[in-house]
């Protein structure tokens, strides 16, 4: 904290008389001490309001000289309210700060709540691994999670590779870039349910959940769309390939069902070949319905074989928004073309 003064002229007056030199002309000055920090130009709050009485004529000062009363009407003369306000700037600046960063925390957390009961592929999870896993070290206690899939009522989550000791290091590692490399998350995924991620919200486990717009999280590209994500061995293609195996041994009915069993697992942990089979499954059994509602789920993930086959197959349906579909794949930065 630093000291800065404004001087403000406040005429003249003859209501004392000088003890040096008997003249009764005295100048007269308002003095107001404030204090800021770093900026002069910018008062935080006034501390001080003097009225200083110079002499005209021998130029000495006398500041005790006057009674209060005409001391304190020059004081409201020169100390308007206008004057005044301004020396609070830095004090009004800061508040107003302070309630802009309030209202961002609380718009962090309004969104933290959608985001998680309304999840889509490459939202960004902040977690708190202390409370997510056990006896982690100290510089273990924050990582970055991405979700890769989302099935029936559950997501998958890949975690960083890199874990961190303090929080705001998540954000360092986002703007510098680091996170768009495909190696930046391992490959093994975990499932969650909706409701095991708000009892992690609640504990806070999970402490934000960001979705990048346009690719990007705080202004840096975050997603490469041109990048394949690695299908890895997951539990999910493990399905897909038993219900596979199951279909082509189709002639019998009962491996037709066996395969829509499987094709059904693979789709509801989030794995998108599976969740086309299972539609093709339904498209072949005449649920266009059913087929629709998971060919949305992988075209969501820009699976372009999903948006074709949802396309084609949307206005057998009544209920089918076509155009909506189209828009809402759009938005996510998806190509409708053809392969
Ligand atoms: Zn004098």
């Not at 000495?60 to 006057?66: I, K, P, S, T």
Request: positive net charge.
């Amino acid at each position: 904290m630093e000291y800065g003064y404004r001087i403000l002229a406040g005429g003249e007056t003859n209501e004392l008389s000088c003890c040096h030199c008997q003249n009764e002309q005295f100048t007269v000055k308002g003095k107001i001490k404030y204090a800021f920090f770093i900026l002069q130009y910018l008062p935080f709050v006034p501390l001080k309001r003097e009225v200083i009485l110079t002499c005209n004529q021998c130029q000495n000062v006398h500041n005790n000289a006057l009674e209060s009363n005409i001391v304190n009407d020059i004081k409201k003369r020169l100390f308007k309210f206008y004057i005044i306000l301004p020396m609070f700037t830095g004090l009004i600046l800061s508040l107003l700060a302070i309630a802009y960063w309030q209202y961002g925390q609380y718009q962090e957390r309004v969104l933290t709540q959608e985001y998680l009961s309304t999840p889509y592929v490459n939202d960004f999870y902040f977690i708190n691994n202390q409370k997510l896993l056990e006896n982690q070290r100290p510089n273990q206690n924050y990582r970055l999670a991405k979700i890769v899939s989302i099935g029936n009522n559950v997501v998958s989550l890949v975690y960083a590779r890199f874990t961190f000791q303090h929080k705001n290091m998540i954000k360092q590692d986002i703007q510098s870039g680091m996170v768009i490399d495909s190696r930046y998350f391992a490959k093994k995924q975990y499932l969650f349910t909706f409701d095991k991620l708000q009892q992690l919200l609640n504990e806070e486990a999970i402490l934000l959940v960001k979705r990048p717009q346009y690719n990007r999280l705080y202004g840096n590209l975050v997603i490469d769309n041109t990048v394949k994500v690695s299908k890895g061995d997951s539990l999910g293609q493990f399905f897909n390939n038993k219900g596979e195996a199951f279909m082509r041994i189709s002639h019998l009915q009962e491996n037709i069902n066996n395969a829509r069993k499987y094709f059904l697992k693979s789709a509801e942990i989030g794995y998108t070949p599976g969740q086309i089979n299972l539609s093709r499954w339904y498209i072949n059994d005449a649920k266009i319905d059913q087929a629709l509602y998971w060919l949305k789920l992988a075209s969501y993930k820009g699976d372009k074989t999903a948006i074709n086959l949802y396309l084609v197959n949307c206005p057998k349906v009544e209920e089918c928004d076509g155009i909506k579909f189209s828009a809402d794949v759009t938005a996510l930065g998806f190509s409708l073309m053809a392969r």
